[in-house]
């Protein structure tokens, strides 16, 4: 037992600490502060858990948010008390909306130091609202009251987990001393089997399921996988592919998720269906009488405006309790993940399912010779170019907003087995850097980011000096935001230019020297497949792409409805 018998608040911090250590937590997250020391000690002088420091508690938050998406287990964030809990709102909405496992713990000042003027004191009460799957205020620390403490922090690493991820919160409140100074009647030691129940195996998942009807046979359908970051990738693709296989039935497959990565597992893979689907008589043709979602839909417009047009039946199978119908379609939910799918019949190959590889066939060779005739840095082209250039298995984040997007036109299916990785809980752009960071912590990672998302969270460069391994940037500096030139305000200008696409003519280089990361410009589309295989062991550097916003927004809306029209 990891314990500190000085006073009661090392004492209380260090059984919530060990009580997490034992149920399996590896990594904390702690910003600096007075109120929280009693925290900060423990977790520093904890073996088995890494204690990582870090300034800034916006950064800190999507820093850890970035290493609890990588290894899908819970990890902690710590703060002092005011205003700083604040400052984790952002990842704690994106953690809820994404399903990641938070715990978050904010110290506080006990109950007669509240709503007095005194320092560093607001009301931190259920501080996140409803974005939380637990809460409770732990009460002043008392030694008569330690079991209590370490089922309470039990039950809550427990629902970081289940019955679906997500972030709970503890507040803390703690009286002086707050440094681990001597206190005379502590005990010696506690009872020999005060831990002795605890272990870092999970709880299992309570509840039945449905399997899909007997009736799929005689209707035309498709399985839509969206947005999707599995922990076992391979076993994912695998349970896919069999069902797609088993059913005949063809596979939209979102670049947010793996299956694209994976793609000798699935001969039935549809990677081109945004751009398929804006020939709108092809696309009327090729409509499904049922459709298999696998949880959440996909980024593409083009397929959302589909469904919600044709209004097929939907299955969605995810475990999750909630709803991920926003269209509020016909939409049956099977409560159950596609791993846990029970056996289905094996049935012939459709001419329906042969059409839409004739389809996507097709555009794939349209697209790919484009792509690579496109000599200048047209944006959309870094997407193609990674997911063919960069090492086999590498993590990469992708940003939010145009990014995101020009991965589901332009990724290619290949067998690289690349792990993507994504904040779009919430669909924002706070924590980009810092997310990635997290991420790529004690790895090798890519990030494909937007200047106006770097831009967003530089202050995820100050935790340079904590970060342990390499996270490759490569920025798309159109000096704006580029999504916006997809969007119908984009003709009306003013106010567009100003309050839209807001340009920060930042020059990129000398923020990185402020910062001490390394900074390339890339001219050519081969100089920039050296610098993506190989990677570098360590650090951060920055991989600039100078484009012209107006003409890739332009070549977005021209070119990929140009080549839906030959189809």
């Known amino acids: ?145 330690l079991s209590y403490l370490r089922q309470t922090v039990l039950n809550a690493i427990e629902q970081t987990q289940y019955p679906i991820p997500g972030v709970v919160h503890l507040n803390l409140p703690f009286r002086e001393p707050l440094a681990p100074i001597e206190q005379s009647g502590m005990p010696a030691q506690l009872p020999a089997n005060f831990f002795e129940h605890l272990s ?147 049935l012939p190959i459709t001419d329906f399912l042969k059409d839409w590889l004739a389809a996507e066939s097709k555009m794939r060779q349209i697209i790919d010779q484009s792509l690579a005739e496109e000599t200048a840095l047209f944006e959309g082209k870094s997407a193609w170019l990674l997911s063919q250039t960069l090492p086999p298995d590498i993590p990469l984040f992708i940003a939010s907003s145009m990014p995101v997007r020009d991965a589901e036109f332009f990724w290619k299916p290949g067998d690289l087995r690349i792990q993507p990785f994504f904040n779009r809980g919430a669909n924002g752009i706070d924590g980009t850097l810092s997310t990635a960071l997290g991420i790529a912590h004690h790895q090798t990672a890519v990030m494909l980011t937007g200047d106006l998302a770097l831009l967003h969270d530089t202050n995820g460069f100050l935790m340079r000096s904590q970060f342990k391994g390499h996270l490759t940037i490569v920025l798309i500096n159109n000096n704006g935001g580029g999504i916006f030139g997809m969007l119908p305000i984009a003709p009306f200008d003013p106010p567009f230019e100003e309050f839209f696409a807001t340009p920060q003519n930042i020059d990129f280089s000398k923020l990185c020297q402020t910062y001490d990361v390394k900074h390339e410009i890339i001219e050519t589309w081969d100089q920039l497949r050296d610098r993506l295989n190989p990677l570098p062991p360590d650090g951060i550097r920055v991989l600039e792409l100078r484009t012209d916003r107006h003409h890739d927004a332009n070549w977005r809306k021209t070119k990929l409805k140009h080549f839906a029209n030959l189809l």
Not at 96 to 103: D, N, Y
Not at 303 to 311: A, M, S
Not at 325 to 335: E, G, Q, Y
């Open 1 to 145: 037992m990891n314990l500190d018998f000085r006073n009661i608040n090392t004492l209380w911090a260090s059984v919530l600490v060990e009580t997490l250590a034992r149920s399996g937590l590896k990594t904390a997250i702690i910003c600096p502060g007075s109120r929280s020391t009693p925290l900060t000690v423990a977790f520093a002088r904890h073996p088995d858990i890494e204690a990582i420091p870090i300034l800034d508690e916006r950064s800190a938050s999507f820093f850890a948010l970035g290493i609890a998406r990588r290894t899908h287990q819970p990890v902690v964030l710590v703060c002092t008390s005011g205003s700083a809990g604040a400052n984790f709102f952002p990842a704690v909405v994106e953690a809820r909306e994404s399903r990641v496992p938070l715990l978050v713990l904010t110290a506080d000042r006990p109950p007669e130091l509240r709503n007095c003027n005194a320092g560093q004191a607001i009301d931190q009460q259920k501080l996140f609202g409803s974005f939380t799957n637990f809460y409770t205020e732990i009460t002043i620390p008392e030694l008569s009251l």
């Open 200 to 346: 870092n195996s999970k709880s299992p998942k309570l509840g039945g399921f449905r399997g899909l009807p007997d009736d799929l046979a005689t209707q035309r359908g498709i399985i839509i996988a969206g947005v999707s970051q599995p922990k076992d990738l391979q076993k994912y693709c695998e349970s896919i592919a069999l069902l797609s296989k088993s059913l005949s039935m063809p596979v939209f497959a979102e670049a947010l998720s793996p299956l694209r990565n994976f793609a000798s597992l699935n001969p039935y893979l549809i990677s081109t269906y945004d751009t398929i689907l804006r020939n709108k008589e092809l696309a009327k043709n090729l409509a499904p009488e049922v459709v298999i979602r696998i949880g959440e839909m996909p980024t593409s417009k083009e397929v959302r405006l589909w469904l919600e047009q044709i209004q097929p039946l939907q299955y969605v199978l995810d475990p999750s309790d909630r709803s991920l119908d926003p269209l509020h379609s016909r939409t049956i939910h099977i409560r159950l993940s596609i791993e846990d799918l029970q056996t289905v019949p094996t």
